[in-house]
T-cell receptor, first 112, second 110 residues
């Protein structure tokens, strides 16, 4: 099992550009989520999904879109990048009874 | 915010010593989880304690939970240099999401 994979590992964008961060899991987990991690802020939930075709907003959803067309994939789209979106982004999945989450390695995004 | 708060923010100890970090939270929970994050990497799940449990062990890890005080502690015994990492608590309130604290940065000096 590859677990949770994320691409790319690093990305630099200019303000106003759009891009998609990819996330995939091969554990057949129903629950997937996206977090951003900023220094001193811990992890903040952006969007999450409890199954294919179902998504919902987390704590900091503005400026981001998600979709969940398959169980395996949960891409995160930045519509018009802003410097405030400079962060490290983590995707996670969960399929256990107690919601233990498995994290991907992260994408480090810089917006100039 | 339902986010937990870890204390201390940073901790530096000698190898072989025990490390204790604390987590406080605000709302009722189904369970509380601890994660470790090595520098530049994703989080790794360490241990979970359910709301009806008071103490749990896993190898050198010991977690306690006091729901009346809305607090938990993580004890790492006989620390090793490889334990150097950031440690996060996360609360599961039953709303499908985990709420993470801001973390304790542990440095174990060889």
């Amino acid at each position: 099992n590859a677990g949770v994979t994320q691409t790319p590992k690093f990305q630099v964008l200019k303000t106003g550009q759009s891009m998609t961060l990819q996330c995939a899991q091969d554990m057949n987990h129903e629950y997937m989520s996206w977090y951003r991690q900023d220094p001193g802020m811990g992890l903040r939930l952006i969007h999450y999904s409890v199954g294919a075709g179902i998504t919902d907003q987390g704590e900091v959803p503005n400026g981001y879109n998600v979709s969940r067309s398959t169980t395996e994939d949960f891409p995160l789209r930045l519509l018009s990048a802003a410097p405030s979106q400079t962060s490290v982004y983590f995707c996670a999945s969960s399929g256990g009874t107690y919601n233990e989450q498995f994290f991907g390695p992260g994408t480090r995004l810089t917006v100039l | 915010s339902q986010q937990g708060e870890e204390d201390p923010q940073a901790l530096s100890i000698q190898e072989g010593e025990n490390a204790t970090m604390n987590c406080s939270y605000k709302t009722s929970i189904n369970n509380l989880q601890w994660y470790r994050q090595n520098s530049g990497r994703g989080l790794v799940h360490l241990i979970l304690i359910r709301s009806n449990e008071r103490e749990k062990h896993s190898g050198r890890l010991r977690v306690t939970l006091d729901t009346s005080k809305k607090s938990s502690s993580l004890l790492i015994t006989a620390s090793r240099a490889a334990d150097t990492a950031s440690y996060f608590c996360a609360t599961d309130t039953g709303a499908n999401n985990l709420f993470f604290g801001t973390g304790t940065r542990l440095t174990v000096i060889p």
